[in-house]
Structures are given as structure tokens and as C-alpha cells.
């Protein structure tokens, strides 16, 4: 009996695992209708005979096989600082166990319904999960990296829906239309072979709906930008932050990267954090290395530490700053999403005794801006309102801002800490998203990343891929009107699970 017990978990773990396949670089989303079907399958089976604590374990080790396989890179980053690498095992193992609870509780809630209904049990399935789902990407300053909905990533036509209803509400949606051909062998009736068409052909509707959405943003008239936003690429080592390594090497590169012309307005975008060893004021100091091959028609967006002491006590910020060609600063933003151990350490207190520090600040930990303000250039005749996000606060699905009156997201990264892995191609999906649910064309400028201006549907204009050096120019564009989802955020979701549960009461009643 016990063996069979084994045997079920290892079944769930491949389960998991090998839906990683479906995420981005492989993006084979086929796998997802087996692998969640077969998920679906196996505990409805079990609704009536299992124990309590058995019924979380259920979910677990398929959350723990999924996220094993796919966040692996973040060991990566331990690799980097002799401090760290003691964590990696236990990072490896801790990290995918923990985000497999919210698989494992919300099985266990879909027990709790008790429900041999297979339509009805198929949709408190994909209602639980797509709520867990969303507690994993809230609580505890979230982390929903890798929601199932990003396997659609190179499907644009479907992503349209993104638009109205925002990323969450997709992956509900994705997890009952994955989990529904189950319903071709739990079938009882015509009744419920009909529903499964249904659900199945929700994929075709949203196809159709986002062709339709694609075309009209094509017949739209471009329109010439008050001035060419250039995003670099770029591959600096990140050996620049632990060895000797001297910041006029790093500025020298990254203006032979930009290639500036005299006679063209231009927006610079360096990566996150690309210039070591010092920090927003201290860049005043380089001012002689712009002044032969810029000018007033030039600004710059940098990625830089920056540094204020306020009653005695020295604060770092991991900033988006913006100067003129002169290095006269023109506006700073302050990240508010702050990576846990990355760029602060939890309980810093009690862990910096054992030697440990945050991995991207050799001073201390990075302290969280206030709040994400549009930052307005309105010099030499610009106007222009930009949305700054730094790295991992591309991830945010319906919480990245408040006010929708900006022209463009600008997204500054630095992917090196994921090394030759999945971590680069998984983190620049989310633009894709961020782009359609806002309506906006996102530019993005990463160090060892993919650099990228992807337009409002979703299509990647243009591309620096992971590996090479160089720059992309956004000169051109054409407007959507604000979003739905821009509007109202993750309402939309609140809305989806309201249509699930008058579902779930109209089938219960039906069938």
C-alpha cells in the first residue's frame, strides 16, 4: 500500500515537471492538455478515499515538480559571492518546495467541495488553483513567476484577452481549457460532452477575438516620436561588481554601444545597475567622458546605485535615474519591488552575524522607494512621460501602476545572475504581458538579457537577443486607446471568479 502511496507522488512529480516544458525558451504547450488533464484525472478519482493531509501532499508534489524544474536558475545567483554558496542546495530544494504549498492547499480546497461532478469539478479545479495562484503572486511581496499562462507566450492572438481581463484571469481560463479534454473520459451524458466542446473551443473565441484586435492595430497610421528612444544592450560581466574593476572601462563601453548621433534627439537607456563602484552623484565626476560625443539633443535613463543619509543612517536605493547630456539630473525613481536576498535581507539583523549580506549591494540592503511615479522629461522641446520598472518589477500583473496617463514602460534589467539558463527568456516573456494588459509599447534595455521594444499587442518590433551586444531605436509609434484592464486592474479577476462560482451553481443545477 505504502509503495503505491510512492508511486502516486513521483507520477504527480513528473507531472509537474514536465509541464516546465511548456514554459518559455521550449514553449511546447501541447504537453500542458496531457499533463494537466492527467493531474485533473487523478485527483478526482480520489475525491472520496483519501486522508486530509494526503490530499495536500497531492498538490504539492506536483507544484514541487513544476517549480523544481523551472526557478532552478536561482541558484544561479548564489554562485556568484562565496557567501552564498552554501544556500545553494538548500535554495534549490526550499525555494520550489515553499511556492508547491499554494499548489498543495489549493487541492486541498478543492477536496473540501467533495463534489463527483466531473464539469463542476473541473471548474472549483481551475477556480482553486487560479486563486492560489493569485495569493502566490501577493502575499509576502509575491513572486508569480511562471503561471501556466505563460506558456502562451508566442501565441499574440490568444494573449489579446489580456487587455480586458489581465494575466491572472487568463490563467484560470488556461487551466480549465488544459484540464477539459479529462472530461472526454469522465463524460456521463450528452450534457457534458457538449460543455467540454464548449470549453475547448474557448481557445478558438479568444483566437478569433485577438485576430480581430491585432488587425485593427495594423490599419492604425504611425506616428514619429518627439524623440528616438535608443535601448542598449549589452553583455558586461558581472566579475564588475566583485573584482577591481574600474568604472571608466564600463562608461567607455556603453558609449561605444550607444553610438550617438549629434543631430538626433535621443533617449540612452543603460541596463540595471551597469556601472560599479559608485553611485547617482558620484557620475557628475565622468562628465568629461560625454562631452565630445554628446549633446543637448541627448539624455540618458541609467540603472545606478543611489545613495542619501537621512538622520545619521545611510540609505541605498537600487535607482532609475535620469540626467541630461551635461549629467545634470533631470528625475530618479527608486524601486519599490525589492528581491529578497537579492537586494535586501530579510532580518538582516540576525542573518548579517552569519556572514550573509544582500547579493546585488556590497554596502547593505537596498531600502524600497516610496512609490512608482511617472517620471516627465520636459526639456529642448520634449514632453515625454515614461513608467520606470526595474527588473523583477516587470512581474507584477495589475499592480505595476496607478495612473495610466504615460507614453511608454521602460523596463531596465540586469539577467546575468541567471547565467546560460531558462531565467532570461522566462523573465522577458512578462513584457509581453505587461504590454498588452497596458496598451503601451514597453522598452526594454538589459545587461546579459534579451533588449526589446515590444508594441501594445504584444509583438516584438525589434530585438537584441540573450548573448549580444548593441542598440535598438523606438522612433516610430501608433496609439490604443487606455485598456480595460489598465482601468480596473485585477477587478477583472474578482469578476471571472464571480462568473465561475454563478457557473458552478447554474451546472450543479443542470446536470
Not at 52 to 73: A, D, E, P, S
Not at 84 to 96: G, T
Request: include cysteine; charged fraction near 15%.
Amino acid at each position: 500500500m505504502k509503495s503505491k502511496i510512492y508511486f502516486n507522488y513521483i507520477y504527480l512529480l513528473i507531472l509537474g515537471g514536465l509541464s516546465s516544458l511548456s514554459l518559455p525558451p521550449y514553449n511546447f504547450v501541447i504537453i500542458n492538455i496531457f499533463t494537466y488533464s492527467l493531474f485533473f484525472l487523478f485527483i478526482f478519482k480520489k475525491i472520496k478515499t483519501e486522508k486530509k493531509f494526503q490530499r495536500f501532499l497531492y498538490g504539492w508534489f506536483f507544484g514541487f515538480g513544476y517549480f523544481l524544474t523551472n526557478i532552478y536558475w536561482i541558484t544561479i545567483s548564489l554562485t556568484f559571492d562565496s557567501n552564498f554558496k552554501f544556500l545553494i542546495v538548500f535554495a534549490l530544494i526550499l525555494i520550489p518546495s515553499f511556492l508547491a504549498i499554494f499548489y498543495g492547499l489549493a487541492i486541498y480546497l478543492f477536496f473540501l467541495f467533495n463534489i463527483n461532478k466531473p464539469i463542476i469539478s473541473l471548474l472549483i479545479f481551475s477556480l482553486s488553483l487560479g486563486f492560489f495562484e493569485f495569493l502566490r503572486g501577493t502575499i509576502l511581496t509575491g513572486f508569480p513567476w511562471n503561471l501556466i499562462v505563460y506558456s502562451l507566450s508566442n501565441y499574440l492572438e490568444i494573449l489579446q484577452i489580456l487587455s480586458l481581463l489581465g494575466t491572472y484571469a487568463l490563467n484560470m481560463l488556461c487551466l480549465t481549457f488544459f484540464a477539459s479534454p479529462a472530461l472526454f473520459i469522465l463524460r456521463r451524458d450528452r450534457k457534458e460532452i457538449i460543455a467540454c466542446i464548449l470549453f475547448i473551443a474557448l481557445p478558438i473565441v479568444l483566437f478569433i477575438y485577438g485576430s480581430s484586435k491585432i488587425d485593427s492595430f495594423q490599419s492604425l497610421k504611425k506616428m514619429n516620436n518627439d524623440l528616438t528612444i535608443r535601448a542598449i544592450g549589452s553583455n558586461i560581466d558581472l566579475e564588475r561588481f566583485y573584482g577591481n574593476v574600474d568604472p571608466t572601462s564600463i562608461i567607455e563601453e556603453l558609449i561605444d554601444i550607444s553610438s550617438p548621433n549629434l543631430n538626433m534627439k535621443t533617449l540612452f537607456l543603460w541596463p540595471e545597475g551597469i556601472i560599479p563602484k559608485i553611485n547617482q552623484k558620484e557620475l557628475k565626476n565622468f562628465e568629461f567622458l560625454f562631452k565630445q560625443k554628446f549633446n543637448e539633443n541627448h539624455f540618458f535613463g541609467i540603472g545606478i546605485n543611489n545613495f542619501e543619509k537621512i538622520n545619521d543612517q545611510n540609505k541605498f536605493y537600487n535607482s532609475f535615474t535620469f540626467y541630461d547630456n551635461e549629467l545634470n539630473l533631470i528625475s530618479t525613481y527608486n524601486k519599490v519591488n525589492l528581491v529578497p536576498f537579492g537586494e535586501f535581507l530579510p532580518f538582516e539583523k540576525l542573518l548579517s552575524r552569519f556572514g550573509l549580506k544582500s547579493l546585488t549591494n556590497e554596502y547593505q540592503s537596498f531600502h524600497k522607494g516610496k512609490n512608482r511615479e511617472v517620471v516627465n522629461i520636459n526639456r529642448n522641446s520634449i514632453d515625454l512621460k515614461i513608467l520606470p520598472l526595474i527588473c523583477y518589477e516587470i512581474i507584477y500583473s495589475g499592480k505595476i501602476f496607478d495612473n495610466f496617463d504615460f507614453d511608454y514602460i521602460i523596463n531596465i534589467s540586469e539577467d546575468g545572475w541567471f547565467g546560460n539558463s531558462n531565467g532570461p527568456y522566462q523573465h522577458f516573456s512578462h513584457s509581453i504581458f505587461r504590454s498588452i494588459e497596458s496598451g503601451k509599447y514597453l522598452i526594454r534595455s538589459a545587461n546579459n538579457g534579451i533588449t526589446a521594444v515590444v508594441n501594445p499587442t504584444g509583438f516584438i518590433e525589434k530585438k537584441i537577443s540573450l548573448g549580444n551586444s548593441g542598440y535598438i531605436d523606438f522612433s516610430e509609434k501608433k496609439v490604443l486607446n487606455t485598456t480595460l484592464f489598465a482601468q480596473h486592474g485585477n477587478k477583472m479577476f474578482l469578476y471571472l471568479i464571480l462568473l465561475y462560482i454563478f457557473l458552478i451553481f447554474s451546472f450543479n443545477r443542470i446536470l
